[in-house]
């Protein structure tokens, strides 16, 4: 056996067990969920044709447990749902293509926070594709991501060919919301940048899939002359970097002068051949569309320019009025005694 050989062979093994316990778990998850819409079927049916009420699901969660003491996810309150699941999909051919692919808390989570059907395939799609756990899908649906993706001022089309252009696009949002993030109104931009940083996962969750972080304050020598990037990043679906600024201020048409120079500099001396154009996004308190759009006219590279939003720390004035967690669970306490 040949050690150089050996690495690769296991390697190939492990990937293949990995899939196959991949397709394996999605394939149990899409005869589950076929399971439970079959189940709200049945449900909906008897009660149409024999004018049953709702108090069949606790007597048919009664006799399942009696019948399969160790099978779980037929309580009463989960039989209800598999009847609202049917009911919400009972003429849509989407959802063995779509929902199957999603787990049961994302579909119940999809049911309850979204009404209109074409706004919840479009998060499912969404979750299908970026892999999101459900606390993630809850964030998302909460700050309304589709009204965000896709809003930023930029000069993309002006910049890049199609259909990069509309990638790139669809890839930024307006706003860019920092929930993770707390601060007061003297907060200086290097301290976003290091609060970003030492929550560098959350802030790739938002910024969006395809993004790689590279580095903070990254140095660029241009004539001599030493120059920072706030932050850097290369996307792997546009094949580029990109050139993140953070102004803690109102947009001011000199900040896309600015970053223009930064991006030619990535574009000279550390952009590859097979890369694409390196992409500015620069992320400010507060814009005007207008004039945001005048300073992108005759920018040479492509800039996006994208409102931020955090959680302000509370003045310690008003923290010191504010009752403690003990202090309102003792008063739940005493309220519960009345």
Same mark, same amino acid.
Request: aromatic fraction near 10%; glycine fraction near 4%; include cysteine.
């Given at each position: 056996?040949?050690?150089?050989?050996?690495?690769?062979?296991?390697?190939?093994?492990?990937?293949?067990?990995?899939?196959s316990q991949?397709?394996?778990?999605?394939?149990?998850?899409? =005869?589950?969920?076929?399971?439970?819409?079959?189940?709200?079927?049945?449900?909906?049916?008897?009660?149409? =044709?024999?004018?049953?009420?709702s108090?069949?699901?606790?007597? *048919?969660?009664?006799?399942? /447990?009696?019948?399969?003491?160790?099978?779980?996810?037929?309580?009463?309150?989960?039989?209800?749902?598999?009847?609202?699941?049917?009911?919400e999909?009972?003429?849509?051919?989407? #959802?063995?293509?779509?929902?199957? /692919? #999603?787990?049961?808390?994302?579909?119940?989570?999809?049911?309850?926070?979204?009404?209109?059907?074409?706004?919840?395939?479009?998060?499912?799609?969404?979750?299908?594709?970026?892999?999101?756990?459900?606390?993630?899908?809850?964030?998302?649906?909460?700050?309304?991501?589709?009204?965000?993706?896709?809003k930023?001022?930029?000069?993309?089309?002006?910049?890049?060919? @199609?259909?990069?252009?509309?990638?790139a696009?669809?890839? #930024?949002?307006?706003?860019?919301?920092?929930?993770?993030?707390?601060?007061?109104?003297?907060?200086? =931009?290097?301290?976003?940048?290091?609060?970003?940083?030492?929550?560098?996962?959350?802030?790739?969750?938002?910024?969006? %899939?395809?993004?790689?972080?590279?580095?903070?304050?990254?140095?660029?020598?241009?004539?001599? /002359?030493?120059?920072? #990037?706030?932050?850097?990043?290369?996307?792997?679906?546009?094949?580029?970097?990109?050139?993140?600024?953070?102004?803690?201020?109102?947009? /001011?048409?000199?900040?896309?002068?600015?970053?223009?120079?930064?991006?030619?500099?990535?574009?000279? *001396?550390?952009?590859?051949?097979?890369?694409?154009?390196?992409?500015?996004?620069?992320?400010? %308190?507060?814009k =005007?569309?207008?004039?945001?759009?005048?300073?992108?006219?005759?920018?040479?590279?492509?800039?996006?320019?994208?409102?931020?939003?955090f959680? @302000?720390?509370?003045?310690?004035?008003?923290?010191?009025?504010?009752?403690?967690?003990?202090?309102?669970?003792?008063?739940?306490?005493?309220?519960?005694?009345?």
């Open positions: 056996m040949k050690d150089s050989i050996y690495p690769h062979l296991l390697t190939e093994i492990k990937q293949r067990i990995l899939s991949l397709k394996a778990a999605l394939s149990v998850n899409a =005869e589950m969920i076929t399971l439970y819409w079959n189940i709200g079927n049945d449900i909906a049916q008897k009660q149409n =044709e024999q004018g049953w009420s108090g069949v699901i606790p007597q *048919l969660a009664k006799d399942l /447990k009696s019948e399969f003491p160790n099978l779980k996810g037929f309580s009463e309150r989960n039989l209800g749902r598999m009847l609202a699941f049917y009911r999909y009972s003429d849509n051919p989407i #959802l063995p293509q779509l929902v199957a /692919k #999603l787990p049961w808390g994302h579909n119940i989570l999809l049911i309850e926070k979204i009404k209109d059907q074409n706004l919840r395939f479009w998060y499912a799609e969404k979750c299908v594709e970026n892999n999101w756990s459900r606390d993630v899908l809850d964030v998302q649906i909460r700050t309304k991501l589709i009204e965000r993706q896709g930023s001022v930029n000069n993309f089309e002006n910049t890049l060919p @199609k259909p990069l252009s509309d990638l696009n669809q890839t #930024l949002k307006d706003p860019y919301i920092f929930s993770f993030l707390s601060f007061d109104q003297n907060i200086k =931009e290097r301290d976003i940048e290091n609060q970003l940083i030492q929550h560098i996962a959350k802030f790739l969750l938002e910024l969006g %899939k395809g993004f790689a972080f590279i580095g903070s304050q990254y140095h660029l020598e241009v004539s001599k /002359k030493d120059y920072y #990037l706030d932050l850097l990043f290369y996307h792997t679906k546009l094949k580029c970097y990109i050139v993140i600024e953070l102004k803690n201020t109102a947009f /001011k048409p000199e900040f896309t002068g600015k970053l223009n120079f930064y991006l030619s500099a990535v574009d000279s *001396l550390v952009k590859e051949a097979e890369d694409n154009p390196t992409i500015g996004i620069l992320l400010c %308190k507060d =005007e569309n207008i004039e945001a759009e005048f300073a992108l006219r005759g920018i040479t590279n492509p800039i996006g320019i994208s409102e931020i939003s959680v @302000k720390k509370l003045p310690d004035a008003l923290k010191n009025s504010l009752p403690t967690i003990e202090e309102i669970e003792n008063e739940l306490k005493n309220f519960s005694k009345i």
